[in-house]
């Protein structure tokens, strides 16, 4: 069982920087083992993968986000961070914290989720 805990959002004026936290409730040895992840969900729309984090610290992000967003880890505290940069409307959503041992852009039924924080970019 992962239990996890994302902060940071807020809202912000097209432009703008923000950071989300991932706090996983875990064992560092298992905290090692999954890859850890950020989706975002906006207004009817269907949840989708923003950027994820293997444990050899590979990433991958998806392509409106790339050269604007950053995913990195502490693996010392079991978290991990997104650096928003640049931020435009198109980002407002409710971004999610993810992880599994396998983890894809995709959702699936086996992933630990996060309760969710809300990004709002707006002018």
């Known amino acids: 069982q992962v239990q996890l805990a994302e902060s940071g959002g807020g809202s912000v004026q097209p432009g703008g920087s923000l950071r989300l936290s991932c706090a996983a409730q875990?064992?560092?040895?298992?905290?090692?083992?999954?890859?850890m992840g950020w989706f975002r969900q906006a207004p009817g729309k269907e949840r989708e993968g923003v950027a994820i984090i293997y444990p050899d610290g590979a990433t991958i992000y998806a392509d409106s986000v790339k050269g604007r967003f950053t995913i990195s880890q502490d693996n010392a505290k079991n978290t991990v961070f997104l650096q928003m940069n640049s931020l435009q409307p198109e980002d407002t959503a409710m971004y999610y914290c993810?992880?599994?041992?396998?983890?894809?852009?995709?959702?699936?039924?086996?992933?630990?989720w996060g309760q969710g924080t809300q990004v709002t970019v707006s002018s």
């Open positions: 875990v064992s560092p040895d298992t905290y090692l083992q999954y890859s």
């Open positions: 993810a992880a599994a041992r396998i983890l894809i852009m995709e959702v699936q039924d086996y992933y630990y």
